[in-house]
Every structure is written in structure tokens, then in C-alpha cells.
């Protein structure tokens, strides 16, 4: 099956990747997705996972002109946890030990986010799956992804997306788009790239937390990431 080469890893999983064509939820997609992480398990890895709710709800497209805007990304933040749910009921079917933590107080379905309680977790071998985003509003599941992969002493953050890297154009309107394989967080901020938000990158960068963007829409690049194949775009420092 091969080795690991990260120790601790925080996986963002895209909550549009997570969508079939005419359901909120693929859960055949979601068994794959959770298999892999189970494989991951399986080698020893230590898993924490921040999910996105662009399937369900997304503040500030969905709410924009209509709503005030944090009560929007309020609304966000509790659609993430109906994917961490299903996530950790799918991942529980497959045998694997999960804790849910929520950034917004739910005591009824979730642990609050404690960050000690979270590193005890995943010492002992428990994959932790952290809802609601930051809790605040204007911020981004990228950006949640990296806070905790930075609280959590992660090695590597996995952005696991509908794409499959970061382009120098959008791929999907443009044929001719370069993907990179490398980039550093400041290449990608002054090249103003969209592949996850300028304040991820930023965080990244001051904190020195390699980034790595791949598609999650072949749920086995999960554990090719963590055994550090050659897939997506790394975004780090050089070293």
C-alpha cells in the first residue's frame, strides 16, 4: 500500500465535489471520499477535515443582494455541518473512530471546538472533523482549513477540490491554461490566482504551512497526496 510521508495532514473537502447531479449529497462519492480517508488511517496518518457547503448554501453568492451578509455566511457555516454529519456517519459505517467539533455551539450534535480536546483525538488515532468554518463570518472554509491545519501542527494542508491544481487562467474558458505544479504563496497572491482565497494564501505564507490543491474528483488522490505523489499544485515556500 506504500508509506506516508505526512504524519498529521487537515483535509478541506470541497462541499460542490460532494454534490451528485440532482442531490445535495453523492453518497457514493462520500464512501469513496471516506475510504480513502480510512486508508490514510490505515497508514498511520492522523486526519483532521474541514468540509465546505457550496453544495447546500454559499453566503456570499447565494445570499448576495438579498441578505445581510453575515447572516448569509451564518447560514453557510450551519450547511457545513449537515456535510460533517454525513461524513462522520459514512466514515462510522466504515469502522473508523470520529469526533465531530463545531465552531458554532451545538452541544446536541457536536463537540465544541476545543484545540487541545482536537489534538487528544487525534493522538489517539481518532479523525476529527471540524464544522462551521471559523465561526465568524467573511471567512472562507480555505481560510478554516489552514487556521486549523496551523492550531493542529498539521504537516500539509490538502485542499481537495473540483479542480485539479491552480491554473494561470480558468481552465474550463480557457483550453490553453497553464497548470503549475509549484507556486509559492506570494506568486500566488500578486498573480491575483483564484483557486483558493487571498487570505488562505496569506496565512500559508506567514505561517509557513505548505498548501497542496488537487481534484478530489478521483477520491484516491486523497492518499496519493498524503504519500506525497506528484498530483495538483503545492503551494509553499521554496525550499
Not at 500566488?188 to 488537487?214: R, Y
Amino acid at each position: 500500500m506504500g508509506q506516508a510521508v505526512y504524519k498529521r495532514v487537515l483535509v478541506k473537502i470541497s462541499g460542490e465535489a460532494m454534490a451528485g447531479e440532482d442531490s445535495v449529497l453523492d453518497f457514493k462519492l462520500v464512501r469513496e471520499i471516506a475510504q480513502a480517508i480510512k486508508d490514510c488511517v490505515s497508514l498511520g496518518v492522523e486526519v483532521g477535515i474541514v468540509i465546505g457547503a457550496g453544495n447546500i448554501w454559499r453566503g456570499a453568492r447565494d445570499g448576495g443582494g438579498n441578505m445581510e451578509r453575515s447572516r448569509a455566511d451564518h447560514m453557510g457555516m450551519l450547511a457545513t455541518m449537515i456535510n460533517c454529519l454525513a461524513m462522520a456517519d459514512v466514515l462510522e459505517s466504515l469502522g473508523v473512530d470520529v469526533r465531530v467539533q463545531s465552531a458554532i455551539d451545538m452541544r446536541a450534535i457536536a463537540e465544541p471546538y476545543v484545540r487541545l480536546r482536537a489534538m487528544r483525538h487525534l493522538e489517539k488515532g481518532r479523525v476529527v472533523i471540524f464544522g462551521c468554518g471559523l465561526g465568524m463570518p467573511f471567512f472562507s472554509t480555505d481560510t478554516a482549513s489552514v487556521l486549523r491545519g496551523m492550531e493542529i501542527n498539521a504537516d500539509i494542508v490538502l485542499l481537495a477540490k473540483n479542480v485539479d491544481g491552480v491554473y494561470d487562467d480558468d481552465p474550463r474558458k480557457n483550453p490553453d491554461a497553464k497548470k503549475y505544479d509549484f507556486l509559492s504563496p506570494n506568486a500566488f497572491l500578486t498573480q491575483n490566482l483564484s483557486a483558493m482565497d487571498s487570505t488562505a494564501a496569506s496565512l500559508s505564507m506567514d505561517n509557513k504551512i505548505p498548501v497542496l490543491l488537487f481534484a478530489l474528483k478521483d477520491p484516491e488522490n486523497i492518499v496519493r497526496a498524503v504519500k506525497g505523489e506528484n498530483i495538483g499544485t503545492i503551494v509553499r515556500e521554496e525550499k
